[in-house]
């Protein structure tokens, strides 16, 4: 098989910058595990339809699966591992842990990362919003209750601070 | 005083915190030096003979390590029972399903591993094949196994009382058939493997588990090397479900590739792999036959039921009996016949499943509420009065110890106005219920048992060594709240080495509802001798007895005068100081009848206790679209003691959502000649947040004499009723009973058309 031709990129991922070598059909997931070995992202289905691999683009949530590398150079690129800061888990992350949010974990860095995108555009979403906004994301452990009751828990505390 | 500071307590689990960074390592995840990707080719035909596999392209191709076909391995044959030994890890004479192993390769890359597979020249001679039960019943069916006649592959025969008197005394009897195709675990983690032996021939094996010694096994027989050098290594799962507990193919072949390449190897699943390759849930057919007095008891029972047990055996045997069981522990009977086979066909190979059996459980539940509706009878009082009770015996001969059945029903009755809803509901709109009970634990031989030890350091902080697996449900926290508790120290204050072959002593597994139980019990009395040891060491500084002692707040002190106290770390450095032994142990096994057999003898103590549940659902049906939309789910499940009740609702919402929600509405796989149309998430709808109604959670404690703390399992019931609340719900909303499940729009929009035409 003949080798296809790499481009030399450089990725913002977590505010550090990685100079990479990737093929044009090098998706961002492979990026990330392979070579960046940031393995908090998830391979789930490998065909954008369930949420595993979501990571945040210029805090977007994108699904790194069906993303190329090469698309997303000099965007601001967040994942799992980039959320927490100085040891201290996030209030998402927290809150996740705090209200069962959280069983096999398979799932969970992508739904942490749509949570997050989610209250950082909308604070204070209602229910209805919440379970839209995640219904990109499959957990087959949960059922969601207990994931739409820590983003719940986030904006209210969002509603509180308005 | 309170009873107790951690258990029954809401405790945040303490594995999630990794889970939530990303730092927790699942099999995939992990990054070996010099590890090769492992690559497995698969059968194109459902049933052929294997004329010649050719691997000398593929073996000269750069970048490639190693191939392996059956000729590196021994050909013997694997199986869960000595009954069922079918399963060659890669075959030698036939292929049976699509998507079969046959050969394997480990390359430096992974676009060099599948140039590599596609170099590989097999030969096949297409053999016809059968796709489905009836085809496979045939007179004139080919033969997927020579070692199984009419592709029977298990029967089991139950007989209980007198079934004809008891038909023949009944006022009212019915006989119905219900249906359905397989459904899918869809674990969150696809299947993955990592392998690697060292220089002295040990193995490291990585893979998601439902219980490491049963890996370990038949790892070490097909690998020919002892046990002790089958390392199976903890690592976290991503789900289970009541699958992942076999040996599989993928295990042995990423080993072979390791030791035949002397590097490690990795093997990651695609989706569609790990919907046809690892296992899938049975299709069934179910017959059953009821005959009820004016009352509405039951009297007597007959139930035929086969299952598509695909190509091979797996845990065949239990997955024919454990819908019939699960059902004869829920409801009382005293004459009841059950016939159960699991027939082989050219399909993928089916297991046991977290929400087996709906079109047996679905069966049973809706055709009582057909007899409850002829009788005059609502089915919330048909199974008040036919429910299981604490000391009853079942028909199988298993003592029930704690049953809170009635108990499940009447609170989800109440909760959710079952007596103001039930008939007075306007037009396609509907409630319903179902009841189940499962076992915890299973007689497994000589892996019946759970054994657990405790370590002491000199700071007082302890490491638990226990066998117990987690797959995601929080079993790692349930031992660290048990041993905490007992030994009255901080949940901070514990390590945990746990499923690990190399270290942690024999476990059962996961994947039978008994890791509370059994493993639970285990780790609570290795606590409990760990703390009689630092007592006697107190008792001799207090100078009281051992019995007067309290161990709270890492301190040990005199329960009637607290002043009088040492600190456990003290303890322990006295003891070490007098060389005596400050380590514990601790084993449980439950008492269930080893004489008991799936086949050979199916009566005895199944399980040393059961759990029971119920769930209510009301839905409203779209008479123009059949779509259903849920309103509101009532749970209820006899837990016997909830030990952390957040984690127990976690586990009702999951199994609601896996059995009602997807197993009822939308799961189920599609096939064109034995091969699945539907195996990723883009094809097979399993549930998302927006379709889950509110779901009430009502946790039912019977503290169960032998539990720990009295705690059975934890949510397996719920899961277990739901399709069968569904069921019931959207029967009543459209005023047609239906037996042929998943319940999709096509099938409740024919089922209107039916009763329109009807009613004209």
Not at chain 1, 121 to 142: D, L
Request: glycine letters at 10%; hydrophobic letters at 40%.
């Amino acid at each position: 098989m003949k080798k296809i031709k790499g481009y030399s990129i450089t990725l913002t991922v977590n505010n550090e910058n990685y100079d990479l070598t990737a093929e044009p059909n090098r998706t961002l997931l492979e990026v990330l595990r392979d070579d960046l070995h940031l393995t908090g992202t998830k391979e789930s289905c490998g065909e954008g339809a369930c949420g595993s691999c979501t990571v945040l683009v210029d805090d977007q949530p994108v699904r790194s699966c069906l993303t190329l590398a090469v698309a997303v150079e000099g965007r601001h690129i967040t994942t799992i591992e980039g959320l927490s800061q100085g040891g201290a888990l996030h209030p998402v992350q927290d809150a996740f842990v705090a209200h069962h949010a959280i069983q096999c974990g398979f799932c969970s860095p992508g739904m942490i990362l749509t949570a997050y995108a989610l209250l950082k555009e909308n604070p204070s979403p209602t229910e209805e919003e919440i379970r839209r906004a995640i219904s990109g994301n499959v957990c087959r452990c949960t059922g969601y209750a207990k994931i739409v009751e820590a983003i719940k828990s986030l904006a209210d505390q969002g509603r509180q601070e308005r | 005083m309170k009873k107790f500071d951690l258990i029954g307590k809401d405790m945040k689990r303490v594995d999630t915190a990794s889970k939530a960074t990303g730092e927790a390592l699942f099999s995939g995840d992990l990054i070996l030096p010099r590890m090769l990707v492992g690559k497995v080719l698969r059968s194109p035909y459902p049933h052929a003979r294997i004329i010649s596999i050719d691997t000398s392209k593929a073996e000269k191709l750069p970048g490639v390590k190693a191939v392996i076909t059956a000729k590196d391995m021994s050909g013997d044959k694997w199986g869960v029972f000595k009954y069922t030994q079918d399963q060659q890890f890669l075959p030698t004479e036939k292929v049976r399903y699509v998507g079969e192993e046959v050969a394997a390769v480990a390359a430096v890359d992974e676009d060099t591993a599948l140039e590599a597979l596609s170099l590989i020249d097999v030969q096949y001679e297409p053999l016809p094949a059968v796709f489905t039960v009836d085809d496979a019943l045939a007179p004139n069916a080919p033969l997927i196994h020579d070692v199984y006649p009419s592709n029977i592959n298990i029967h089991v025969k139950i007989d209980v009382g007198d079934v004809e008197k008891g038909f023949s005394e009944s006022f009212l009897v019915r006989e119905d058939t219900f249906t359905a195709p397989e459904d899918s675990y869809f674990q969150g983690e696809p299947y993955a493997v990592a392998a690697q032996f060292d220089n002295a021939g040990n193995l490291e094996i990585w893979m998601p588990n439902a219980g490491p010694h049963l890996k370990a096994k038949p790892l070490s027989n097909v690998l020919k090397i002892p046990l002790n050098k089958v390392r199976v290594r903890k690592i976290t799962i991503g789900g289970a479900f009541g699958g992942r507990s076999e040996i599989a193919p993928a295990d042995v072949i990423c080993a072979f590739l390791a030791r035949k390449a002397k590097r490690p190897v990795k093997i990651i699943y695609t989706r569609e792999e790990n919907t046809v390759a690892t296992r899938q849930a049975h299709a069934m057919v179910t017959t059953i036959k009821t005959g009820v007095d004016k009352e509405g008891h039951v009297v007597a029972r007959d139930i035929t039921c086969r299952m598509d047990g695909g190509a091979y055996s797996s845990t065949g045997p239990i997955a024919v009996s454990v819908p019939f069981l699960c059902m004869e522990q829920a409801y009382r009977m005293e004459n009841i016949r059950y016939n159960g086979y699991r027939i082989l066909t050219n399909k993928p190979i089916r297991g046991m499943f977290r929400t087996h059996g709906r079109a047996f459980a679905c069966g049973v539940d809706t055709q009582l509420d057909m007899l409850g509706a002829e009788l005059g009878i609502d089915p919330l009082t048909m199974r008040l009065r036919n429910a299981r009770q604490t000391g009853d015996y079942t028909p199988t001969k298993s003592f029930v110890a704690s049953c809170g059945m009635t108990e499940t029903i009447i609170r989800t009755g109440e909760q959710s106005g079952w007596k103001e809803k039930f008939g007075k509901l306007p037009p396609f709109h509907g409630i319903g219920i179902g009841t189940n009970s499962v076992q915890t634990g299973f007689p497994m031989g000589i892996r019946g048992g759970s054994q657990a030890f405790i370590k002491l350091n000199e700071d007082g902080g302890i490491t638990v060594i226990t066998g117990i697996v987690d797959n995601g449900q929080g079993n790692d926290n349930m031992i660290v709240q048990i041993a905490a508790e007992e030994l009255g120290i901080s949940p901070d204050d514990v390590q945990l080495i746990s499923a690990d072959t190399e270290v942690t002593p024999s476990d059962p597994g996961s994947y039978s509802m008994c890791e509370t139980f059994i493993g639970g019990n285990a780790v609570r009395l290795a606590a409990q001798d760990v703390k009689m040891k630092l007592f006697k060491i107190a008792a001799g500084e207090f100078g009281v007895g051992e019995d007067e002692l309290t161990a709270r707040d890492r301190k040990i002190f005199v329960t009637s005068n607290p002043e009088k106290s040492m600190n456990i770390a003290k303890a322990v450095r006295i003891a070490l100081s007098r060389n005596e032994s400050i380590s514990g142990e601790g084993s449980y096994w439950p008492n269930v009848d080893a004489k008991r057999e799936w086949v050979k003898n199916p009566y005895g103590q199944l399980s040393e206790t059961f759990s029971f549940g119920t769930v209510i659902v009301e839905v409203k049906v779209d008479p123009e679209t059949g779509q259903v939309e849920v309103i509101e789910a009532w749970a209820a499940q006899d837990v016997g003691y909830a030990l952390n009740p957040k984690v127990i609702e976690g586990q009702f919402e999951g199994g609601f959502a896996m059995g009602g929600q997807g197993g009822m509405l939308s799961e189920f796989h599609q096939w064109h000649e034995g091969r699945v149309l539907n195996p990723t998430h883009l094809g097979y709808m399993v549930p998302l947040a927006i379709d889950m109604p509110k779901i009430n959670n009502i946790i039912v404690e019977t503290i169960d004499p032998n539990g720990p703390y009295g705690a059975k399992e934890a949510g397996m019931s719920v899961a277990m009723s739901a399709a069968q609340a569904y069921s019931g719900a959207i029967s009543n909303a459209i005023g047609v009973y239906l037996k042929d499940f998943p319940l999709t729009p096509d099938i409740i929009l024919k089922a209107i058309e039916g009763k329109g035409k009807r009613e004209q």
